[in-house]
């Protein structure tokens, strides 16, 4: 069966020539079936195992894309329009289902609403189930990442509130082409060449965290522990940081200065879920340009991206004061293959020789002061051998620190042991435990060798 792509030539082109770079093996047509199916592209059509025409539709947002409606209300500041809500939203309001028909209904959703006692409820299964299902929900598997984005805008032109996407690695010559998350409904269409199926998306839905204390507390630290969350580097650039109006400020926020947080992905993002959950993170991956070259801005075309090498600097006090459960760190480091042939080099400038003179500092100076980190990843480069070194000291420490815990215990069950052959008690509390092992506090100061009813400080 044809699939009539509706693609012009030059981008149909292009998709043919990624998809048979990864399916050598196949004819063109196999080949772009098998790409489009696995790399989930929006607005192309692939056929399905039964042979279906089929099309992927975008990625679903549990959000309207403008702020327009009775909610919002235009408020001018110089030649510019700003969305300003007219009442703070409620989480009533923010979970009621959106208006878009039959693809957010559901077969079963008159009966979702059962009692614990249904045979067939929630609760009823399986702890292990359970976890499997919410597991599901909650995380993206490796090698996709989720790009967290808490960076809101009211500005007409520009409209945006904090969203989520599903990727894996930065792709600096088309940034829209990601790995897409598994398909939420099916919607049967038609056009000239006869019917096909509509396939939507939808990132990780983490709106199921408040359906209750038990989904709540089961699965917030499998969102943010068995994810890894991927940033960029801060970018000036107005599309990337476009101009806003904070709530009750008259003064509009526009092209920050270098180093201002408030359009820093991954420090705004730390801001936004806080520290009790900050500390759940483990695994990071930041993307971005390795820059070498020195020249003005005007010659320069990627003059509002920050620089990678110092931006990591800057974060990694942050990483160990907030993320101090971090395991895994990925760096996308990608060379530098801008030449400014014009722009003027100013002799102080030291400009390193190659990308692996420029990372290696960072590797083996600032990467390994993160006393957590148990595994590095590289990528970005063709030769990767600089970072061998870094990887496997990494490597050696969490080894080294595996023995000597194991040793510790050890010697805490011998000297266990030897306490209860020689059947010795602890002067304090009466156990068997000798007294500088002793764990047992005040519960009323929480200090050591007296109890509550002795307590000195609740005698005043």
């Known amino acids: 069966m044809a699939l009539h792509q509706t693609v012009d030539a030059e981008t149909l082109a292009w998709y043919y020539k990624h998809a048979q770079r990864q399916y050598p093996d196949d004819d063109f047509e196999t080949a772009l079936n098998k790409w489009i199916k696995e790399e989930k592209e929006p607005g192309l059509f692939f056929l399905n195992e039964a042979e279906e025409r089929c099309i992927?539709?975008?990625?679903?947002?549990?959000?309207?894309?403008?702020?327009?409606?009775?909610?919002?209300?235009?408020?001018?500041?110089?030649?510019?329009?700003?969305?300003?809500?007219?009442?703070?939203?409620t989480l009533k309001q923010i979970d009621r289902p959106k208006t878009e028909g039959v693809l957010f209904r559901h077969p079963s959703e008159k009966g979702w609403s059962l009692p614990e006692t249904y045979k067939r409820h929630f609760l009823k299964f399986p702890i292990e189930i359970q976890d499997q299902i919410l597991n599901k929900v909650l995380t993206e598997a490796p090698p996709k990442s989720l790009q967290?984005?808490?960076?809101?805008?009211?500005?007409?032109?520009?409209?945006?509130?904090?969203?989520?996407?599903?990727?894996?690695?930065?792709?600096?010559?088309?940034?829209?082409?990601?790995?897409?998350?598994?398909?939420?409904?099916?919607?049967?269409?038609?056009?000239?060449?006869?019917?096909?199926?509509?396939?939507?998306?939808a990132a990780i839905d983490a709106t199921v965290l408040r359906t209750c204390k038990h989904f709540y507390h089961t699965g917030i630290n499998m969102l943010y522990s068995k994810n890894t969350l991927s940033f960029y580097m801060p970018d000036r650039a107005w599309k990337a940081s476009p101009p806003t109006l904070p709530?009750?400020?008259?003064?509009?926020?526009?092209?920050?200065?270098?180093?201002?947080?408030?359009?820093?992905?991954?420090?705004?993002?730390?801001?936004?879920?806080?520290?009790?959950?900050?500390?759940?993170?483990?695994?990071?991956?930041?993307?971005?340009?390795?820059?070498?070259h020195s020249c003005s801005s005007k010659y320069c075309n990627k003059p509002s991206v920050e620089k990678f090498i110092p931006s990591i600097c800057f974060y990694i006090p942050f990483i160990k004061r907030f993320c101090i459960g971090l395991e895994k760190l990925v760096l996308h480091a990608e060379e530098d293959s801008l030449v400014c042939e014009e722009g003027p080099v100013a002799p102080q400038d030291v400009v390193p020789a190659t990308h692996a003179e420029a990372m290696i500092p960072l590797l083996e100076n600032e990467i390994r002061t993160i006393s957590t980190l148990k595994e590095l990843e590289i990528r970005g480069s063709n030769d990767l051998s600089f970072a061998e070194p870094t990887i496997t000291w990494l490597q050696e420490?969490?080894?080294?620190?595996?023995?000597?815990?194991?040793?510790?215990?050890?010697?805490?069950?011998?000297?266990?042991?030897?306490?209860?052959?020689?059947?010795?008690?602890?002067?304090?509390?009466?156990?068997?435990?000798?007294?500088?092992?002793?764990?047992?506090?005040?519960?009323?100061?929480?200090?050591?060798?007296?109890?509550?009813?002795?307590?000195?400080?609740r005698k005043l």
């Open 247 to 292: 709530p009750g400020q008259l003064d509009v926020l526009f092209r920050p200065e270098p180093g201002y947080l408030f359009y820093d992905p991954f420090l705004r993002f730390i801001y936004f879920i806080g520290p009790k959950n900050s500390v759940r993170i483990k695994s990071l991956e930041f993307n971005g340009f390795v820059k070498r």
């Open 397 to 457: 420490r969490y080894a080294r620190r595996i023995r000597e815990a194991l040793k510790r215990e050890e010697e805490e069950k011998d000297l266990a042991e030897v306490v209860r052959s020689a059947n010795i008690h602890c002067g304090f509390c009466g156990e068997g435990h000798v007294w500088a092992e002793c764990h047992n506090l005040c519960n009323f100061c929480g200090g050591y060798e007296h109890f509550r009813k002795s307590c000195p400080r």
């Open 148 to 201: 967290p984005s808490v960076i809101s805008c009211n500005w007409v032109t520009c409209w945006n509130k904090p969203h989520l996407a599903s990727g894996t690695s930065f792709d600096h010559i088309r940034p829209s082409t990601q790995d897409k998350p598994t398909q939420l409904a099916w919607i049967p269409r038609r056009d000239k060449y006869g019917a096909y199926s509509h396939v939507f998306q």
């Open 56 to 89: 992927w539709g975008a990625d679903l947002v549990y959000f309207d894309h403008w702020g327009t409606g009775p909610g919002y209300y235009k408020y001018p500041v110089g030649d510019r329009l700003f969305f300003i809500p007219k009442y703070k939203e």
